[in-house]
């Protein structure tokens, strides 16, 4: 019983936290986004979650960053409004190991809301003519120092991505459950085969429906991701195409237990196929991904999302997500197999 | 598994595929009606849909041809071999022999269909390589789930849907390994294909000889 309260907690705390929590500060995009050595530049920067206007003057500081050694500050920052500030850099005379040209990443600071970074902001390209052997001064004469950190609870800003990283906590533990409730299916199916009792064949069956229920959330929260960062809800691509293939499998296996006149019969059968679908999944999931390109982040090469991506904020959520989703696959799954029991017992089937 | 009884039984589905002549002929019509019916539907065959489509007249002829592999014998006769060999034994005959079967029909496909729609192969050691061991999976995946579907009322359809999510991965690596054979596509690094179609050969095969004996069992 208490674990069933439990995952009401947990999911209520998911839902509230992972939906009401807002984004830390980032950087949308730089305008212009060239510039040209010499040149007096005004850049600028579009915001998400930020609030230019509510630091003093001097408060927020820019740079546009080279590497660690090298980078540009702003010599005047002027926040527009809230979510757009101008900084106006001097560009110097030329570039870090003779380059021609660079891409810039922009560091805005702010004394309240922290630092926030954007990639490849400004491309700074060489004017023609001679250029100075030494480099210039403007590079290493004001360092990036003393950078704000935000402790607020928030989660992280990422580009593409925006307000949709919250789907983290909804999509991500779908598969978690999924491959939970299939492997408890499994187990039962084995326990089948090893002694017939009609208790395990419920158990395999009502934990496979589950873990089916989960695979379509877990496909539909999916779309819904996809939808908002790779421009349309189903792309063919390979991951989909072949968790799609996966749930088809499941589907194939309710048909095979119904398919037999003797109950014992599709019991025994319908196990045998679950446990040969299970080791099929294996290269469905694992190998097949890895011939194809793929948009989804842990294939071909895409990062991971979760081991950088995670923050301790939302770690904080991700977590207690996984349990809470768990436990509540466990208890719909206890409901099938209490119902299933129950129908069984009323047909004189146990 | 003893390999005894493994030649008498390998004899036996010889046998009676001799025996059954039409059967085998059926087959043999099946993929030759396939190979016409898809010249005839797409005159030009282009070396990416030829392909596809050689792949897919294989499929279909290696499923029709597995799933009377265990219907054609009747019950009783079942629990006869039930008395004398060992299930192990029994489906690796069948595997055995089915493969040889895949592996002949596959031949005579591609003689067929090369003849009518052209033969677009420029490597034809590997796309060789590839037809053994496209009849190998195959082999092996069918004939475990006709005898699942073979105890079931209705056998055809329950064959189709219960193999085709487990053919797939097998399927997709073929047909990526014929399109180098082909050179549709420029890929050094295809040995690493064929070792994961025999990784998954291993993984269905060891799956087949522990859970046969429960299927086997009635």
Known sequence: ?350 | MNWKSLIPLLHKEFLLEFRQRYALSGIVLYVFSMVFVVYIASIRVAPPVWNVLFWLILLFASINAVVKSFVQESGARQLYYYQLADPATLIFAKILYNSLLLLVLSVLAYGVYSLVAGNPVKDPGLFGLVLLLGSLGFSIAFTFIASIASKANNSATLMAILSFPVILPILLTLVRLSSVALRLIQDTAYTRDIWNLLAIDAILITLVFVLFPYIWKD
């Open chain 1, 1 to 350: 019983m208490w674990w069933k309260i439990l995952s009401v907690v947990l999911l209520i705390y998911v839902l509230l936290a992972g939906m009401l929590v807002p984004l830390k500060s980032g950087i949308q995009r730089a305008e212009p986004a060239y510039a040209r050595t010499k040149q007096e530049i005004a850049v600028r920067f579009y915001g998400y979650n930020t609030m230019f206007s509510k630091a003093a003057a001097s408060g927020i500081r820019t740079w546009l960053y080279y590497d660690e050694t090298y980078a540009l500050a702003a010599s005047r920052c002027t926040a527009l409004n809230d979510t757009i500030l101008e900084a106006v850099f001097r560009m110097p005379a030329n570039l870090p190991e003779g380059r021609q040209s660079a891409y810039l990443n922009a560091i805005i600071d702010h004394p309240a809301a922290g630092a926030s970074l954007l990639p490849a902001a400004v491309e700074l390209t060489q004017d023609s003519g001679i250029v100075a052997a030494t480099l210039d001064s403007a590079w290493t004469a004001r360092p990036v120092h003393q950078l704000h950190v935000q402790t607020g609870f928030s989660f992280p800003y990422q580009n593409v991505i925006y307000e949709s990283i919250r789907n983290t906590y909804f999509h991500v533990p779908m598969w978690f459950v999924l491959l939970f409730l299939f492997g408890a299916s499994v187990w039962y199916s084995l326990r089948y085969l090893r002694q017939p009792a009609p208790e395990n064949d419920r158990r395999a069956s009502a934990y496979a429906g589950t873990g089916l229920l989960f695979g379509v959330l877990g496909l539909l929260t999916g779309m819904i991701w996809a939808n908002y960062t790779w421009g349309k809800p189903w792309s063919n691509d390979i991951k989909q195409l072949m968790t799609a293939v996966a749930l088809l499998i499941y589907l194939a296996y309710f048909i095979l237990r119904r398919s037999f006149d003797e109950y014992e019969k599709g019991a025994r059968l319908a196990a045998v196929y679950n446990i040969f679908a299970f080791a099929s999944l294996i290269p469905l999931l694992y190998i097949v991904p890895r011939m194809f390109a793929s948009l989804h982040p842990g294939a071909t090469g895409n990062p991971a999302f979760g081991s950088q991506d995670l923050d301790n904020t939302m770690r904080a959520v991700f977590y207690p997500a996984i349990l809470g989703w768990t436990l509540l696959g466990l208890w719909l799954a206890n409901l099938r197999i209490r119902y299933q029991r129950l129908f069984d017992k009323a047909m004189g089937l146990d």
